[in-house]
Structures are given as C-alpha cells and as structure tokens.
C-alpha cells in the first residue's frame, strides 16, 4: 500500500489565523513614556522592564527602534549644547574636554624623581583655520 502525503493547510493561509502571537500595540501615551525614558538617557532594557514588556519585543520592532533612536540622538544633540554653552561661560574643565574631542588635544604627563605629577595639554598643529 503506498502512502499518500496530504498537503496541509498552513496557518497563515487559513483567513483570520497568522503564526505566532500578535504584534504588541502600544497606545500613544506609552510611546510618549519610551521617548521620554530614551531622552532621559534610559537603555532598552530598561525601557523594556519599566513598560513591563520583554526586551525582545522593543528589539523585534524596526519602528520603535527608530523611534528610540531618534530620541537618543535628541539628547546628545541638547547634552551638545549645555556643553557649548558652558564652553563658552569658561568652565575650565570643558575647555579642557573640547579641546581634546575637536583639536585633537592631549595630556602629556611627567612624573618626576620627587614624585610629582605635571600634566601639559599638547596641541599637535590642527590650527583654528583646518576647522
């Protein structure tokens, strides 16, 4: 006797069933609370945990991955900002940190035989002008 294969309906060919468990919707105001937690500097996992949903589930969603991205960018372009301003107030420790990050500044150190520490910031010729 031969045996017959029968083809099976696969569910996501049947009307109205897909595979798996349904997407997560998420209502506005939770959206409103992942930016706000994203802006504040929060992690994913984080934002998982306090929106009570698997971390996978923020990570499986191109959307709202995208989403958080933006946000976080937000808050490095603001961070930015303050920086700047207090750059330009003369706060001697963000002159000393942009300097480094845009002019390519460094700290030489020296120890001495005394035990002495200097440091010297060295600028290695990017002049005003190259910026």
């Keep these: 006797m031969a045996l017959v294969k029968r083809k099976r309906k696969s569910r996501a060919t049947v009307p109205g069933r897909g595979r798996g468990k349904p997407k997560r919707v998420f209502t506005d105001i939770q ?20 929106m009570g949903v698997p971390r996978e589930t923020i990570d499986s969603r191109p959307d709202i991955q995208t989403f958080l991205t933006k946000k976080r960018a937000a808050r490095k372009m603001k961070l930015r900002g303050q920086q700047d301003k207090a750059t330009k107030e003369g706060v001697p420790s963000l002159l000393i940190w942009m300097g480094k990050q845009t002019l390519g500044q460094v700290d030489k150190r020296e120890v001495d035989v005394s035990g002495n520490l200097n440091v010297t910031v060295v600028d290695y010729g990017k002049s005003d002008a190259a910026v």
């Design 31 to 50: 959206m409103k609370k992942m930016g706000e937690l994203a802006l504040a500097g929060a992690q994913t996992e984080t934002i998982a945990t306090l």
